[in-house]
C-alpha cells in the first residue's frame, strides 16, 4: 500500500524558516514525481512545487519560487520542502502528493498524506 | 482568483446527474490533462480523474470525466448523499506551473 505522511509542520514567525518532510513507503520512490500543494485555512487548493522522477526537473509556483526549496532524497524515499521567507500568506495545510508518473508537469496526484499544518505568526 | 475557474457550488438530489465545469485557456486546459480531486469535509484531497477521463482503480463508475477546447467538466450521475464534498479540477499551464479550479461544494439536497 501507498503511504506518504508529512512531518515538520508548527509555529513560526514571519520572515523564519521551516524545513517540511514526507516519508513515502509502497513504491519505487525514485520513479515517480513527487509534489507539495497547499490549502489555507478555508479556501482551496493551490499547488506550491514538484519535482520529477529519475533525477528531473523541479518546478515551482511563482508565489513562492525564490523563497522554497524541493528536494528529494531517494535513498530515504522522503520529500522535502525547505521555506524561507516565510509570510503570514503562507500559512495553511501542507499536502505532499505522489504522481501518477515520473514527469512533473503534470497535476495527476495519487495518493496524498494526511497534510501538516504552517502557521506563520507572530 | 484561481486560474481554472468552477463554480463556487452546486447541487442535487439522491439519483439526480449532476455536472461541474472548470473553464480554462489555451495555456493551460486546451493542451494539457485535467485532473479531478474530491474533498471531503477534514480529509486530504482523493484523485477522481486524471488525463481528462480515466478513473483510478476503486472509483465508481458514477463518476467520469470529460475535456473539450479550453474546458473541461466532471459529471455524477445517480447521485448519493456521501459525494457531498469539495470537488477540484486542475492541470499544467504553460508557464510551468500546476494550476487548480477555486473548487465546487457539491451538496445533496
Known amino acids: 500500500e501507498v503511504q506518504l505522511l508529512e512531518s515538520g509542520g508548527g509555529l513560526v514567525q514571519p520572515g523564519g524558516s521551516l524545513r517540511l518532510s514526507c516519508a513515502a513507503s509502497?513504491?519505487?520512490?525514485?520513479?515517480?514525481?513527487l509534489g507539495w500543494v497547499r490549502q489555507a485555512p478555508g479556501k482551496g487548493l493551490e499547488w506550491v512545487s514538484s519535482?520529477?522522477?529519475?533525477?528531473?526537473?523541479?518546478y515551482y509556483a511563482d508565489s513562492v519560487k525564490g523563497r522554497f526549496t524541493i528536494s528529494r532524497d531517494n535513498s530515504k524515499s522522503t520529500l522535502y520542502l525547505q521555506m524561507n521567507s516565510l509570510r503570514a500568506e503562507d500559512t495553511a495545510v501542507y499536502y505532499c502528493?505522489?504522481?501518477?508518473?515520473?514527469?512533473?508537469?503534470?497535476?495527476?496526484?495519487?495518493?496524498w498524506g494526511p497534510g501538516t499544518l504552517v502557521t506563520v505568526s507572530s | 482568483q484561481s486560474v481554472l475557474t468552477q463554480p463556487p457550488s452546486a447541487s442535487g438530489t439522491p439519483g439526480q446527474r449532476v455536472t461541474i465545469s472548470c473553464s480554462g485557456s489555451?495555456?493551460?486546459?486546451?493542451?494539457?490533462?485535467v485532473s479531478w480531486y474530491q474533498q471531503l469535509p477534514g480529509t486530504a484531497p482523493k484523485l477522481l480523474i486524471y488525463?481528462?477521463?480515466q478513473r483510478p482503480s476503486g472509483v465508481p463508475d458514477r463518476f467520469s470525466g470529460s475535456k473539450s477546447g479550453t474546458s473541461a467538466s466532471l459529471a455524477i450521475s445517480g447521485l448519493q448523499s456521501e459525494d457531498e464534498a469539495d470537488y477540484y479540477c486542475?492541470?499544467?499551464?504553460?508557464?510551468?506551473?500546476?494550476?487548480f479550479g477555486g473548487g465546487t461544494k457539491l451538496t445533496v439536497l
Open positions: 519535482f520529477s522522477g529519475n533525477g528531473g526537473s523541479t
Open positions: 509502497g513504491f519505487t520512490f525514485s520513479s515517480y514525481a
Open positions: 486542475a492541470s499544467w499551464d504553460g508557464s510551468l506551473n500546476g494550476v
Open positions: 502528493a505522489k504522481g501518477l508518473y515520473a514527469s512533473g508537469s503534470y497535476t495527476g496526484f495519487d495518493p
Open positions: 488525463s481528462n477521463n
Open positions: 489555451s495555456s493551460n486546459i486546451e493542451f494539457n490533462t
